[in-house]
């Protein structure tokens, strides 16, 4: 693979784009990794410490997937807005592409979403950032390389008063596992660690960003979900992306599809 195009650097409204090499045979994705909402849509007319809290972006998440694509030496994406004005993890179909409710908050700007303005934010936001998903992805296959894809996320420490048990979770298809346990098993060789399977939430939504650019392209990948507790300080992020990257390494090793001769 010597001469392998390299990543650049690249800023976007929608997203920045983290410089890697192909040669690393991954691609880590952080779609919500930021809560900004540009200055003409007024906040959604939520009081700011809102825009703080979970709802608008995944706290923690955006550190832990920097630090990850440094130590792989992988090119990372990362959303540039918050979630709140579409969710990039979401089907231009669900009807939760633009929340109006989120975790008991009403959100005043999502509350008369019209045709228009879904496509304007779409245009702006959602389809930039997975345009650059494909881009990158594009880049790996003209170079002969089929990247794996690790999605970071990160969960609320408790849900309506119940605190959550887990540390970590992998959200999969249950149609296209492989990857997923091998990152999983990889993180539980930490007895002190309890890793959710499908937990908090189950993956596989159709039209999600696994779903979409992992599972039907037939890309090996992952969505890594890792409390917020866990990687809400600088040293919290380093440690998680150290886990999660030993488990990637070892699921690259033990878990990759053939390389599609095609393409080579
Ligand atoms: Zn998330």
Redesign the pocket.
Known sequence: MTGAPDIAAETHEAHDVVPGAVAAGLIVLC??ASNRIPDDYGRLGLPPGDLQRHIAW?IG?AGVARRLAAMLGAPAVLSRFSRLLADP?RGLDDPTLIMRISDGAIIPGNARVDAEERQRRIDRFWRPYDDAVSGLIGRFTQAGVSPALISV??FTPAWRGVRRPWHAGLLYDPRDPRFSRAVKQALERDPALVVGDNQPYSGGLSGDMMDRQGFKRGLDHALVEVRQDLIDSEAGQQEWAARIAEAVRHAMATARRQLPRAAQ
């Open positions: 779609d919500h995944d998440a993890n996320h990160s």
